[in-house]
């Protein structure tokens, strides 16, 4: 049995977590609905080029985030506390590092366009460096809503934005922007996001001068930061590569297929990170409790992840043909891949989440370097064959990488086999899933059947067969985070 300072305080947590998760997944959901829809619209609309350049932009301004914000966020939420001091002096060193950073890139925005080949993305650099600056106005509110686990005002925010950013996408790109019509979207996501996020903010910060302040924080927060740019080095590496080697129109068709397979992936990590981090800090005083939540937090993102991204594999060609057009036909391939590692990438999310709430970013960067490197390695040999073997490669040396994280964690914490390993069952069920929609796929194919009832055959096939499974075996789990 494991003490979390009272059986009250113990049940206001899980209420917390499980209402944090509802309200915004909920949102989530509501707005992936158009979102999703405009996402895809875009794509038929726009060419693997117009991807691709974006791709090699954001990598760059990607960076900056990490630098600049990411750290400094986890840190505050770490803390339990916001002091306005703190506050300020951590808003005015970000925004100070967020442009000096930015004029560096754009001072080498034209190497960059001549080593690609491709001269607009000097253009879209110069845009992305004035834009992106009001990430840093993000910080203070994303932390004290993290604190307070305020996670209805939070996913309203981000909801209305992502909202915003879909319609310009969409209205942008049938007026023939090209590639400008992300660039619009971005800017519109963010500058709703900022002005949202600051209007329901309690904690007010302004420009401050000295950094006295900020000792604690940063003390704590270089090792995030460290953490997630070697994170970024493996995660964003095929960009870099891909663009180099094989060039902008099939990194454009490798972004896209990416893109799709992790479109659940990307709003629910968000949903996760700022969840479970708030979660995992309330009860970092008590390992017990903490692997306890760990195993639940696994368990329950596996039984929803796995089936997910299984099915979106196997209906990665019917969705390309359907909803964005034959000429990303290529991108099915890289769905197919990728969509297998992604709930494995969320899983690894939860754990780097637990193991920086117990204090130990050490340990969390020992993990994200191992990753970093077999990922590296693999994407060296998969890119000398094309695109397909890039995908392949990244998946089997995260894959290597992710189970011996596993291993790590259980040795760190004595954690046991049952917590760490929960997510094998409904992985083992999905993956059946998978064939029983693969030679579903075969037989259907025989009889020259359209690809619409394809997909709508292996849609109604893997529901029935999953909401079966877990309705005998998994209800009460799905119960508990249902009526919260």
Known sequence: MFCLGGLEESLDIKSKVL?????????????????????FLVIRILTPEDYGLIAITSVFFTFITIFTVNGFVTSLVRAQ????????????????????IGLVISLFAQQISVFYQNLQIENVIYAMAVITPLNSFCIIPNAYLNIAMNFKAKAICESTSALVAAAVALYFAYSGAGYWALVYSFTAELFIRTLLLNCVNKNKYNLAFGFDSLKAVLSFSYKIQLNELIWFSYNKLDTIIVGKVLGIQQLGIYNVGVEIASMPMTKASAILNQVGFSAFSKVNDDLAASKYYLGRSIKLLSLIVFPIFLGISAVANEVIVIFVGEKWLEAATIITIFA????????????????????????????????????????????????????????????????????????????????VYCWSPSFFVSLFMWFILFVLNMELYKYNVSVFVILMAKILVGASYIGLFYMIFHKDELKSVLNK
């Open 340 to 419: 297998f590692v992604f709930p494995f990438r969320m899983i690894n999310a939860v754990i780097y989440n637990f193991v920086i709430a117990m204090n130990e970013p050490r340990f969390a960067i020992e993990n994200t370097v191992m990753i970093c490197f077999t990922v590296i390695v693999a994407l060296c040999i998969g890119v000398q064959f094309g695109i397909v073997y890039t995908a392949l490669a990244w998946v089997i040396g995260f894959m290597i990488a992710f189970l011996l994280v596993l291993i790590r964690v259980r040795k760190k914490f004595s954690t046991e086999l049952s917590v």
């Open 81 to 100: 506390e916001l002091d306005k001091k703190v506050c300020s002096q951590l808003f005015t060193l970000s925004l100070a590092l967020y442009i000096t």
């Open 19 to 39: 209402s944090g998760l509802k309200w915004s997944a909920l949102s989530k959901l509501l707005v992936q609905l158009f979102s999703w829809t405009s996402t």
